[in-house]
DNA sequence: TTGTAGGCGTTATCAT
DNA sequence: ATGATAACGCCTACAA
């Protein structure tokens, strides 16, 4: 690798100027600032950002981990994130907890490690251990999605008890008795919040779930359906079915489908967490949706608020619902307003050319 | 931050001596390593390891650009690379070009500049502009599902010949005479392999599709929709249309949806690349399914050979069609044998659990 | 305006 | 077995 004095080398000078003329600083002739330039273009120089970073104490890294990359909401709060950040000039390097604290914890040590500017972590459970790490070293940290015991860090999240209520009341209304729920994992904060949301809910309309019809997954796939195959073979089994999550939920739909069960017929379904699919299947799917855009770049501000040395807010946004169907319930709200609500803004056009050949 | 020299210094020995004990390098008593390991534990002592990769010049980190976070292909793929390589001590950091040809090259050059140990790239054009940064810096590189001009590092990739063989054999055999075809961007490798030879396993069976009934997207939703309405549109329109990418399906399934066509009674549909949800719609979509799982382990696999200083050869693993019914064709090819092809192996149990409270 | 020198936190080569 | 000491590649007072 070629490094900074060989630059200096050729262009006869100092590292000190090759330095200054690369920040931009104060000082260099405009001529030997163009021979320093001359001589970066013609070795091809690039600066070494680690040793940049050592001597700086500052990466422009922040670090992400994420509890699931495979989830789509995960993944679009990601690309979010990373957009602010770039806008910003700074880079972002995932981790993927696997809905894991271990391997949170792990990844919290190794982004720590690599002394990245400040922390975004979408925890995996409540389990806080790894936060003192983290304030000890002296990141800034911010949680995104759920909560984490024992931190005092800002937290972006959604609010999705107004919607809860609203399908709540649309079940009941729609003339469910036996509601099934396929709720999130009790040791995180969202399992916790949507499932004390909907049933509290369903309590003021004196409605409160039988205990066996409210199932705990894990936020992933073979949970939801897992969870539907044991609801569905209850005796009395549910009129209805809300899992918390759209892997659940794809999961759970799965399972109905390999039972010959029909929605909503048979049963009736509804998913917090919209995706483009659900729209889709026949009958499209309601569901809860999310602003996964704006809670990633509402995370990324914030974080690089606290690294400016501010003190941000905590954020929370709010979760819609958007009511399709797949409940048995009759009037459809607005389809038209729910497209936009999740849509990431493309700045390139869309190109769609005739073959030509 | 504490540092090493803070360690010794507790400990009262040399920072070399913590450096020894750190490294289980040779020599240190059994005394001193645990006086040392005592210090660092009080301490709360943690490396810096770019202090370390500064010195070592290692950073046991690779590099993963892909062409499109967004994209559950893209997102899987980067699971399993992230899985392979943190079994071999190494850690993934992201870039998301974005499908762009500018943003991937600024991601090229900023993990250079970050030291990466290797690079995993899915281009996402053919302008290979970058390969000879990434060739100068000396840094190891292996490309991913797409190839680039003028490069000489090994590749991985997917052979969809004669998946897309069978398929267009199942469409002539279904009566299908006029095959629309939106496929994917003329300057990436995957776009034009796919098409050509698709048009060359029809041409085999004296089918060649008109020149209009084939457009290019740009492996994105909106250019799937848009694609899908201007061939909808034509007065000759196609009776079945091939998408050459699940997110361009996805959005011809919308705007298929949205015009309340029916498939696959007024058009067929096929697409290049399995999703969870396909297999839910009605009917079920027909696709050629990609063994992404394989194709990120043996991409990192590669890499970590070409770092080892091994000259690995390239990779080619095959697709496979999985006929569902939307072409209207009549016999399903076993449905079973698709799932375990797309599923990630999780090690971990899933739990679902009966609520007790 | 430019150069010299010291240090960021490690590791590795010498001595001792 | 352990301790100085010199890099690694860069930035920044301080001097000139």
């Not at 809860?288 to 946004?317: C, F, K, N, W, Y």
Request: proline share 6%; aromatic share 4%; hydrophobic share 45%.
């Amino acid at each position: 690798m070629t490094t900074m004095k060989d630059v200096a080398n050729r262009a006869g000078v100092s590292t000190a100027t090759v330095s200054r003329v690369l920040n931009g600083h104060a000082a260099p002739t405009e001529q030997t600032r163009t021979r320093v330039l001359a001589a970066i273009d013609e070795l091809g120089y690039r600066p070494n950002a680690l040793a940049r970073s050592l001597r700086m104490h500052s990466t422009k890294t922040l670090g992400l981990i994420v509890s699931d990359l495979l989830n789509p909401f995960f993944a679009e709060i990601a690309r979010a994130v990373e957009d602010e950040a770039r806008a910003h000039g700074y880079c972002v390097v995932f981790g993927n907890a696997d809905e894991s604290a271990e391997q949170q914890a792990t990844y919290v040590r190794t982004l720590l490690d690599r002394r990245v500017d400040g922390l975004l972590v979408c925890p995996a459970t409540d389990d806080g251990g790894w936060v003192a790490e983290v304030t000890e070293s002296g990141v800034p940290l911010v949680l995104l999605d759920r909560t984490v015991d024992g931190s005092t860090a800002p937290v972006v999240r959604v609010d999705g008890t107004e919607a809860l209520r609203e399908l709540a009341a649309s079940l009941v209304a729609t003339g469910h008795e036996r509601i099934g729920v396929i709720a999130g994992p009790a040791n995180t904060s969202t399992g916790r919040e949507r499932l004390d949301a909907f049933s509290a809910a369903l309590a003021e309309l004196g409605r409160r779930p039988r205990p066996e019809h409210v199932l705990h997954g894990d936020f992933r796939r073979a949970s939801g359906a897992a969870a539907a195959a044991a609801l569905m073979s209850l005796p009395e089994r549910p009129s209805v079915l809300v899992a918390m999550d759209n892997l659940m939920g794809l999961g759970a739909l799965e399972e109905l489908r390999g039972r010959g069960l029909v929605v909503p017929r048979d049963v009736g379904l509804a998913v917090y967490d919209d995706q483009p699919w659900f729209p889709l299947l026949d009958p499209p799917i309601t569901v809860i949706a999310q602003p996964t855009v704006a809670m990633g770049g509402a995370a990324a501000r914030s974080l690089l608020a606290l690294i400016a040395g501010e003190q941000p807010a905590d954020v929370r946004l709010t979760a819609r619902l958007v009511s399709r169907g797949s409940c048995g319930e009759a009037g459809l709200v607005s389809e038209r307003a729910s497209s936009p609500f999740n849509t990431a803004v493309r700045t390139r056009p869309t190109s769609v050319s005739e073959e030509d050949s």
